[in-house]
T-cell receptor, first 114, second 110 residues
């Protein structure tokens, strides 16, 4: 089975702090994603990476950056955390090939910014 | 972008009942997936089904791409089926960028 592991289940940070959310997958997937999930707004794509050092903006990239130095690891960075970034953050991965885009999610990180 | 509408928004069942969840989408797609989010927040991929019919135990799904809808069937429901069911779609060369519906909240009572 595919395993997508997020480093923290719960995280509490202060406004202005730099925050790193880490995600590791063990199935050699090319594609990795960061989503956030908010009540009433559903899941929204923040950033996507299709290869090492490659990234694409999703629907809501403002205030975030990402890093993919190794194929199995995809990091989400909040340069200066704000209260409106309090949310559930979900990492996911999939194969790149057509027909192989089945998406696998990690268990999520609930981030609270105070 | 593509609009995704799921119905019903909420559903309450007694254990053992059957149910059908619907996903309508506004444009042609080449990627459609169904997910179950359990009460602890974990999202599990149920089906990758851009067209046709698939079955996995008590669950089955059908996508009629030409008519822009997909159905998820749950038979003989169990309390562990409770949670939110999401449909997500993608299209064209960027079909990895999934658009999620708002979900159907299913509660199965013992």
């Amino acid at each position: 089975d595919v395993k997508v592991t997020q480093s923290s289940r719960y995280l509490v940070k202060r406004t202005g702090e730099k925050v790193f959310l880490e995600c590791v997958q063990d199935m050699d997937h090319e594609n990795m994603f960061w989503y956030r999930q908010d009540p009433g707004l559903g899941l929204r794509l923040i950033y996507f990476s299709y290869d090492v050092k490659m990234k694409e903006k999703g629907d809501i990239p403002e205030g975030y950056s990402v890093s993919r130095e190794k194929k199995e690891r995809f990091s989400l960075i909040l340069e200066s955390a704000s209260t409106n970034q309090t949310s559930m953050y979900l990492c996911a991965s999939s194969l790149k090939q057509l027909g192989g885009e089945k998406l696998f999610f990690g268990s999520g990180t609930q981030l609270s910014v105070l | 972008g593509i609009q995704v509408e799921q119905s019903p928004p909420d559903l309450i069942l007694q254990e053992g009942a059957n149910s059908t969840l619907r996903c309508n989408f506004s444009d042609s797609v080449n990627n459609l997936q169904w997910f179950h989010q359990n009460p602890w927040g974990q999202l599990i991929n149920l089906f990758y089904i851009p067209s046709g019919t698939k079955q996995n135990g008590r669950l089955s799904a059908t996508t009629v791409a030409t008519e822009r809808y997909s159905l998820l069937y749950i038979s003989s429901s169990q309390t562990t089926d409770s949670g939110v069911y999401f449909c997500a779609v993608g299209s064209g060369g960027s079909n990895y960028k999934l658009t999620f519906g708002k979900g159907t909240l299913l509660t199965v009572n013992p």
